[in-house]
């Protein structure tokens, strides 16, 4: 087994879209690991979101399948793995409506392929993980599953009109600032998954504890709300939305576009994988969240207003008291349809706990990201156009049709 500073790591799910962040992060930073990306590339998976660092000396690609349990065995005993971070997964929601088996298989099943191969090789180890539990925090091997602040529920939305702070910490969205309850999602709360991906995604958690508590695997669960930035599959609502508002194309609003998501940064959600990898507790759950709460329908029209502004289709009207005022034509694009089944009404992550025990905040004000990120779609169209060329028509018109 590798010694401390110079580490081998499994990073599944790397040629997605948080999973590249954290691969890039962790390439960039850390010369003298090796990071072996294992992904299936499912339709979510592009090696393009991962050209800048494809040749790098300590990074190797590997096509698999986390439930071929044989494969992934294989692999860790060659390159003698000590560490795993676990993104692979299916990811979209109404994809799991559709079709809850393939989020069970991968999700489930997958995690738990990993999670034994990662057991059977750590424990034929000369100095195996060692399992009395007072001392698994230092020990060399790490198994850290990334999930999702979604298996927790739905928040009830008590506030409407929003609460205004003190919740929260110093970086947050800037000028919106809000919060629509009273209540958030901490560590301690008992799971209430509701949509077939986070029921997955629950089990999958669950098994991570019990390899835990039965075995003493090494294990950290992290539990993150909304991400967004760049390389996001445009089947999720930002990009979909950029995407769209590009082309001119209808804005499918779900309900009445009231639900609420907080919403994080991508980066910033790679920055705090690094640190808990590094500096967290084994055993322990660490919320990861960006105290930035949004209605649906606020962020969408944030979202048609940069984009317009990027594209300069901005209008300048004159209002009745003679203002000149903005006023941005593609509003008109959006277009309220039937609910997601089963919609969930208000995420909001408390991540007071990672900021008071390791220090971690969001760094960028979400009126800062959403720009970048709109930024990052409308200077990168090929990247565009290769993910909706193909099968991504064809979702669409499924997805959408008769809403
Ligand atoms: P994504 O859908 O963009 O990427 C998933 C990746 O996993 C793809 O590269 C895909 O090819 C790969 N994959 C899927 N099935 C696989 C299999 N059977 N074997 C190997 N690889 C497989 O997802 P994402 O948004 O980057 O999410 C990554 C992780 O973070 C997931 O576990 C997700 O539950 C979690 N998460 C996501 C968010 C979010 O807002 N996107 C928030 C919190 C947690
Ligand atoms: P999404 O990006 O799918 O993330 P999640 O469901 O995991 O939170 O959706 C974010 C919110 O946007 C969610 O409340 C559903 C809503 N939404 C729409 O209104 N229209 C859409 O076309 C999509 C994809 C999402």
Same mark, same amino acid.
């Given at each position: 087994?590798?010694?401390?500073?110079?580490?081998?790591?499994?990073?599944?799910?790397?040629?997605?879209?948080?999973?590249?962040?954290?691969?890039?992060?962790?390439?960039?930073?850390?010369?003298?690991?090796?990071?072996?990306?294992?992904?299936?590339?499912?339709?979510?998976?592009?090696?393009?979101?991962?050209?800048?660092?494809?040749?790098?000396? @300590?990074?190797?690609?590997?096509?698999?399948?986390?439930? %071929?349990?044989?494969?992934?065995?294989?692999?860790?005993?060659?390159?003698?793995?000590?560490?795993?971070?676990?993104?692979?997964?299916?990811? *979209?929601?109404?994809?799991?409506?559709?079709?809850?088996?393939?989020?069970?298989?991968? @999700?489930?099943?997958? !995690?738990?392929?990993?999670? +034994?191969?990662?057991?059977?090789?750590?424990?034929?180890?000369?100095?195996?993980?060692?399992?009395?539990?007072?001392?698994?925090?230092?020990?060399?091997?790490?198994?850290?599953?990334?999930? !999702?602040?979604?298996?927790?529920?739905?928040?009830?939305?008590?506030?409407?009109?929003?609460?205004?702070?003190?919740?929260?910490?110093?970086?947050?969205?800037?000028?919106?600032?809000?919060?629509?309850?009273?209540?958030?999602? !901490?560590?301690?709360?008992?799971?209430?998954?509701?949509?077939?991906?986070?029921?997955?995604?629950?089990?999958?958690? *669950?098994?991570?504890?019990?390899?835990?508590?039965?075995?003493?695997?090494?294990?950290?669960?992290?539990?993150?709300? @909304?991400?967004?930035?760049?390389?996001?599959?445009?089947?999720?609502?930002?990009?979909?939305?950029? @995407?769209?508002?590009?082309?001119?194309?209808?804005?499918?609003?779900?309900?009445?576009?009231?639900?609420?998501? %907080? &919403?994080?940064?991508?980066?910033?959600?790679?920055?705090?994988?690094?640190?808990?990898?590094?500096?967290?507790?084994?055993?322990?759950?660490?919320?990861?969240?960006?105290?930035?709460? &949004?209605?649906?329908?606020?962020?969408?029209?944030?979202?048609?207003?940069?984009?317009?502004?990027?594209?300069?289709?901005?209008?300048?009207?004159?209002?009745?008291?003679?203002?000149?005022?903005?006023?941005?034509?593609?509003?008109?694009?959006?277009?309220?349809?039937?609910?997601?089944?089963? *919609?969930?009404?208000?995420?909001?992550?408390?991540?007071?706990?990672?900021?008071?025990?390791?220090?971690?905040?969001?760094?960028? +004000?979400?009126?800062?990201?959403?720009?970048?990120?709109?930024? &990052?779609?409308?200077?990168? +169209?090929?990247?565009?156009?290769?993910?909706?060329?193909?099968?991504?028509?064809?979702?669409?018109? %499924?997805?959408?049709?008769?809403?």
């Amino acid at each position: 087994m590798t010694s401390f500073n110079k580490r081998v790591l499994l990073i599944t799910g790397g040629a997605g879209f948080i999973g590249s962040h954290v691969v890039r992060l962790f390439v960039n930073k850390y010369p003298e690991y090796k990071i072996i990306n294992l992904d299936k590339l499912t339709y979510a998976g592009n090696l393009a979101n991962l050209k800048d660092i494809e040749d790098k000396p @300590n990074y190797r690609f590997v096509r698999m399948d986390i439930c %071929d349990f044989e494969g992934v065995l294989k692999l860790m005993q060659e390159e003698q793995v000590d560490g795993i971070i676990h993104l692979a997964a299916e990811s *979209h929601v109404d994809r799991s409506i559709k079709d809850p088996f393939t989020f069970a298989q991968t @999700n489930v099943m997958g !995690t738990l392929s990993l999670l +034994q191969a990662a057991k059977t090789f750590w424990e034929s180890q000369p100095t195996p993980y060692v399992i009395s539990h007072e001392t698994t925090v230092n020990v060399p091997c790490r198994f850290y599953h990334i999930s !999702t602040d979604e298996v927790y529920g739905a928040l009830e939305m008590t506030h409407p009109e929003g609460i205004e702070p003190p919740f929260t910490t110093k970086a947050s969205s800037g000028k919106h600032h809000l919060a629509y309850g009273e209540k958030f999602f !901490t560590e301690d709360l008992k799971y209430q998954p509701h949509s077939p991906y986070s029921a997955a995604k629950a089990s999958s958690d *669950h098994f991570v504890r019990a390899f835990h508590d039965t075995f003493g695997m090494p294990t950290i669960v992290t539990n993150c709300s @909304n991400n967004y930035g760049p390389y996001q599959f445009p089947e999720k609502l930002i990009p979909l939305f950029i @995407n769209n508002i590009r082309h001119r194309k209808p804005l499918p609003v779900y309900g009445k576009g009231e639900n609420v998501r %907080d &919403w994080l940064y991508v980066e910033d959600h790679a920055r705090a994988i690094d640190l808990i990898f590094h500096e967290g507790k084994v055993a322990e759950t660490y919320n990861i969240g960006g105290f930035n709460e &949004w209605k649906n329908i606020d962020i969408i029209k944030v979202i048609i207003q940069t984009v317009n502004k990027a594209l300069g289709r901005v209008k300048l009207e004159t209002s009745e008291t003679g203002e000149t005022i903005e006023t941005y034509p593609d509003m008109d694009l959006i277009t309220y349809v039937t609910d997601r089944a089963g *919609h969930d009404l208000r995420y909001a992550i408390d991540s007071s706990k990672l900021q008071r025990e390791l220090g971690w905040e969001p760094s960028l +004000q979400f009126e800062e990201g959403i720009e970048k990120t709109v930024r &990052w779609y409308l200077d990168n +169209q090929p990247w565009m156009d290769n993910v909706t060329s193909g099968d991504y028509q064809k979702y669409y018109e %499924d997805m959408y049709k008769g809403r």
